[in-house]
């Protein structure tokens, strides 16, 4: 578990949904485009809370370790989201002659 912190916010999340949000986050911000991401996280009272993130070029994300024993709250599915973008956008700036980007794809 990871400590994330946006804003005055600061939630418990899984390592690969915090590091993967983390990379998300500066491949938005180099790109100069903007999404949203909702996970599931562990709010201050210890209770599970959906949270969507505003990803752009202005966010301030901090993600820090965390001692916590709680449980990962499952968010398989918006990791394997964050990383097919994220390796679409590796494949285009490769060289792939697709007219849109990625990061534009609904």
């Known amino acids: ?3 994330l912190t946006m804003a005055d916010k600061s939630l418990l999340i899984g390592d690969e949904a915090a590091d993967t949000l983390m990379e ?20 201050f009272d210890g209770s ?7 990803l752009n ?6 993600v820090e370790s965390s001692e916590s024993s709680l449980p990962a709250p499952d968010n398989g599915e918006q990791v394997a ?15 792939d002659t697709e007219s849109r980007s990625p990061l534009q794809e609904g």
């Open 57 to 62: 070029s202005g966010t301030v994300l901090l």
């Open 81 to 95: 989201r964050m990383l097919e973008r994220l390796r679409a956008f590796d494949a285009s700036d490769a060289g």
């Open 24 to 43: 998300y986050a500066a491949l938005i911000a180099r790109s100069g485009t903007g999404d949203t991401v909702t996970l599931q996280a562990i709010g």
């Open 48 to 54: 599970e809370v959906a949270v969507t993130f505003l």
């Open 1 to 3: 578990m990871k400590h």
